[in-house]
């Protein structure tokens, strides 16, 4: 079906769900390097294979357990999911727990974004070990600042408009959930929403995407422009007593 034949017809998506994955062995990590000030993160396996921690399993169930209770006619028709192993877990527990029969698509272009030579440095490694980059990222910015070996926000914009592209082809799934990272959602937010990059690093700057937490946006007649209908939300999280966590990234992310 042609796109023209799509919108005339009004067939297309009409809610888009986005998830952060839950807490994960390198979220704990990176927060015990942090108040240590150590200059090296101890991760337990490359980035890829980090999976979540017993934390990050229970918040998982728990957005389970909350999806559940959407009406038939509200669940999602497919579950996409970054490759990486602890956003992969919370898709899979996400509807076991819900009891859904749902397929589950993994898309490399959902993957988190890739750092480089900086993975595994905290920030105040990057400034001890490497410096130079240090200043090139403070110059540059969060948005377009790309390390040796990486991917720079602009990067990750890049891959997110194919796959949003490729989830027009489906006229036939009208609900969607996607399982990915906290700057996959935000740069979600900066393509749906047709952001400048002041307006996404300020929202980076202030706001860190909880481990769990919903996203969703809406659009009634299945094509055109999307409407956020709710961000950054864990009260899913909270009303069964489960522990909120905040692992966010470095909040200087304004050039200067």
């Given at each position: 079906m042609s796109e023209r034949m799509k919108a005339a017809s009004g067939h297309g998506a009409v809610e888009l769900m986005l998830v952060r994955h839950g807490e994960s062995l390198g979220n704990?990590?990176?927060?015990?390097?942090?108040?240590?000030?150590?200059?090296?993160?101890?991760?337990?396996?490359?980035?890829?294979?980090?999976?979540?921690?017993?934390?990050?399993?229970?918040?998982?169930?728990?957005?389970?357990?909350?999806?559940?209770?959407?009406?038939?006619?509200?669940?999602?028709?497919?579950?996409?999911?970054?490759?990486?192993?602890?956003?992969?877990?919370?898709?899979?527990?996400?509807?076991?727990?819900?009891?859904?029969?749902?397929?589950?698509?993994?898309?490399?272009?959902?993957?988190?974004?890739?750092?480089g030579v900086l993975d595994m440095l905290t920030a105040k490694g990057v400034e001890l070990r490497l410096p130079d980059e240090a200043r090139r990222r403070r110059w540059l910015g969060k948005f377009y600042y790309r390390p040796p070996g990486g991917e720079s926000w602009t990067d990750v914009a890049l891959r997110l408009r194919t796959f949003l592209a490729d989830l027009e082809q489906f006229s036939d799934r009208e609900r969607l959930l996607v399982v990915g990272h906290d700057a996959i959602i935000l740069l979600f937010r900066y393509l749906l929403e047709g952001m400048s990059e002041q307006e996404i690093?300020?929202?980076?700057?202030?706001?860190?995407?909880?481990?769990?937490?919903?996203?969703?946006?809406?659009?009634?007649?299945?094509?055109?422009?999307?409407?956020?209908?709710s961000f950054n939300?864990?009260?899913?999280?909270?009303?069964?007593?489960?522990?909120l966590t905040e692992h966010g990234s470095d909040a200087d992310v304004h050039p200067r």
């Open positions: 704990v990590a990176a927060s015990r390097a942090g108040l240590s000030g150590a200059e090296v993160i101890d991760v337990p396996a490359r980035d890829a294979d980090v999976d979540l921690s017993p934390l990050g399993l229970e918040q998982a169930a728990a957005l389970g357990r909350s999806l559940s209770g959407l009406a038939p006619s509200r669940r999602p028709d497919v579950v996409w999911c970054s490759p990486y192993a602890r956003a992969r877990r919370t898709a899979e527990l996400i509807i076991g727990t819900a009891g859904w029969e749902v397929p589950l698509l993994v898309d490399e272009r959902l993957r988190d974004r890739e750092l690093l300020d929202i980076a700057m202030t706001t860190t995407i909880l481990n769990a937490s919903l996203t969703r946006y809406v659009r009634a007649k299945g094509h055109g422009p999307w409407t956020l209908e939300m864990a009260d899913h999280l909270e009303e069964q007593g489960v522990t």
